[in-house]
């Protein structure tokens, strides 16, 4: 299926040889009826001599009408540019040529109509000679042109087999993306409800699916099908659709809303783009201009933010970002027109580059620019490469859908830059990349890992200088302190980055402390002797022993955060201390007496270990937050 769209300057014959071609009137308005012109989007179909059916979306020529244009325009495969012979190039003729060119249609046939007013065939030839000239500086370059008059039926043959060529020489349109139909039509048709027409594109649409209307957000189901009124089960992309929903009304919903499957398009109210000024545009583009957007279906007023020079030359290109006054609901590399509001003219087009960017930017700032050049030149592992430099670490899925890029292509890329690690996924193998569309797991790339790893251990060696004889730096420190340093490590991507450096043998991790692999804790034979003394009155008064200011008077502050580092004494309290296999002990004990007896208080364990009130009350609170007992009244009781 393929879609003909026409084009022309108002009153050279468009629709007249549409009908002549379909059978069909495509001015279905009785205004465009008495007027004898096109004022909206018209529609025929027509089955070609190889069997191919083709849709031909009729649009109007006349100046006042060019935003209606554009909003059939979008979808179409191949141009039916018409040119009549008894005017030649008009300059609607010109203007629909140029959004052509910068709609990136490269398909054309050229139909010069009303032949049969034109008696000297020199002056045919002329036309012809104009359009040619015409054509040769745009994307319909060398497109075949042929006399026709749709009132004599002179040509139409062979116009109908040029465009059936043309057509079968075109590539299959490609339905392994996402689908979206650019609403141009909603109406009410008695005794079904609500429908929408549009041109299909990505990927098939079926009755009975979900969808979701963006950029209202609402959700509906598919209830009919259509295409040249015609049910069908499943659309095809490249189709002219008209689609039954139920759960809306028409009032919801209006010209430029897409219908897609639900959760992935978002709509936008700013986003980077890539601009060409035509050569003969009014006046270079200049920073902060009010244009008119025509994206899709769409149109909208919008402001025109230029970024890395002052402004946009005619016949020029150049980055910018576009601030719309309306949301429309866009991908990555749709095509748009702009137009000047007053007066009314086209100046430029072009590719949409990101259709979400995080923040506006600095005009002039030169990461912004090499990330806008590498998406509209770079290779799809370029702009992968590039987007995680930018924001890593980053969850997979929130990666590929930030990278603008569909997903299987984001898919084969990210494969690609995974085999030569480049990007490693942070402490697992790296696995399928097909795998990593909807994970949380966090990417990041080689040379951001080097970066932070570099970070982690010097971060680690500073702790490790400054408390020599500490087990580890305290994880929750560490990590508060590299996100001080790199502020895009949130608390999945630390993780990620420790269990990194740990698979690589850099860092040790012992949960509640990390350490540099080449850290040991050693002690002078002073500071030994020093702690073989305290531990020996630990082990003369087990159940009574020093408290922690006795013991930090004895051996001093930093031997003993060891100990307790080393599990070589225990902290119950902020002043009581036992060693570790006291503590089992008592732990032990308690639990067999509450076992035998039912409950223990504060006395008994007192009486049970021959102790002091002060050691056994901090015990047992000690043992209530750890989980093992729990209080009731004056009395402990196993949790």
Not at 71 to 98: F, N, Y
Not at 293 to 319: H, W
Not at 366 to 378: C, D, H, P
Not at 548 to 556: D, E, K, L, R
Request: hydrophobic share 40%; with cysteine; aromatic share 4%.
């Amino acid at each position: 299926m393929h879609v003909i769209g026409t084009a022309g300057h108002v009153d050279h014959g468009k629709s007249v040889l549409v009908k002549a071609l379909t059978g069909i009137d495509p001015d279905r308005l009785q205004e465009e009826k008495e007027r004898g012109m096109t004022i909206d989007l018209g529609f025929a179909w027509l089955t070609l001599p190889s069997g191919q059916e083709v849709s031909i979306v009729d649009v109007p020529g006349h100046e006042d009408f060019i935003k209606n244009m554009l909003a059939g325009v979008g979808g179409i495969e191949l141009a039916l540019l018409v040119v009549a012979a008894d005017e030649g190039v008009m300059p609607q003729t010109r203007e629909h040529l140029g959004i052509l060119d910068l709609l990136d249609v490269a398909s054309g046939v050229v139909a010069i109509t009303k032949v049969d007013l034109i008696d000297d065939p020199e002056w045919l030839e002329l036309v012809q000679l104009e359009v040619e000239e015409l054509l040769e500086r745009t994307t319909l370059a060398g497109a075949p042109i042929l006399p026709v008059s749709a009132l004599t039926g002179e040509g139409l043959p062979e116009l109908v087999d040029v465009l059936d060529l043309v057509l079968s020489n075109l590539p299959p349109v490609s339905s392994s993306g996402r689908p979206r139909l650019p609403v141009d039509r909603v109406f009410t048709l008695a005794g079904f409800g609500t429908v929408v027409t549009g041109t299909l594109i990505g990927g098939p649409l079926s009755v009975g699916d979900e969808v979701e209307i963006v950029p209202p957000l609402l959700r509906a189901r598919i209830r009919g099908l259509q295409t040249h009124k015609k049910p069908l089960e499943q659309a095809v992309p490249g189709s002219r659709v008209a689609i039954n929903l139920a759960g809306v009304d028409t009032d919801q919903l209006q010209r430029g809303d897409v219908v897609t499957p639900p959760g992935w398009l978002r709509s936008t109210r700013l986003m980077d783009v890539e601009v060409r000024l035509l050569g003969d545009a009014p006046q270079p583009l200049a920073h902060n201009a009010p244009v008119t957007l025509f994206v899709g279906a769409a149109q909208t007023p919008a402001r025109v933010r230029v970024l890395g020079q002052e402004a946009i030359e005619l016949g020029s290109r150049g980055y910018a970002q576009l601030r719309l006054s309306h949301p429309v609901a866009i991908a990555s590399r749709d095509r748009f027109i702009i137009r000047r509001p007053s007066p009314a003219v086209t100046i430029g087009g072009g590719r949409v580059l990101d259709p979400h960017p995080r923040r506006r930017h600095r005009r002039f700032q030169t990461e912004v620019m090499e990330w806008l050049r590498t998406l509209a030149e770079g290779t799809p592992a370029e702009v992968l490469l590039q987007q995680l430099h930018r924001l890593e670490p980053l969850p997979a899925r929130e990666f590929i859908r930030e990278s603008q890029l569909e997903d299987g292509v984001a898919v084969e890329a990210l494969g690609a830059l995974m085999a030569k690690g480049e990007i490693l996924v942070l402490g697992e193998e790296a696995g399928s990349s097909e795998g990593l569309v909807h994970s949380r797991r966090m990417l990041i790339s080689g040379e951001g890992w080097e970066r932070l790893r570099e970070e982690l251990t010097s971060l680690l060696a500073d702790y490790h200088r400054a408390h020599p004889l500490r087990r580890g730096m305290p994880r929750g420190a560490c990590r508060s302190q590299l996100q001080g340093r790199a502020r895009r490590v949130s608390d999945p991507a630390f993780n990620g980055l420790v269990a990194q450096a740990v698979k690589e043998g850099v860092v040790v991790d012992e949960g509640a402390f990390l350490r540099l692999a080449e850290h040991e804790v050693t002690f002078t034979a002073q500071k030994k002797a020093a702690i073989k003394s305290l531990l020996a009155e630990f082990g003369a008064s087990p159940y009574s022993s020093p408290s922690a200011a006795q013991c930090q008077s004895q051996v001093g502050e930093e031997i003993l955060n060891a100990l307790l580092d080393q599990g070589r004494l225990i902290r119950v309290s902020e002043d009581v201390l036992f060693t570790p296999e006291a503590y089992q002990e008592m732990v032990d004990q308690v639990r067999a007496f509450i076992q035998r007896e039912g409950s223990i208080t504060v006395a008994q364990a007192r009486d049970l270990f021959g102790s002091s009130r002060r050691y056994l009350l901090a015990l047992l609170e000690h043992f209530d937050a750890q989980g093992v007992t729990r209080r009731v009244g004056d009395e402990r009781v196993l949790r």
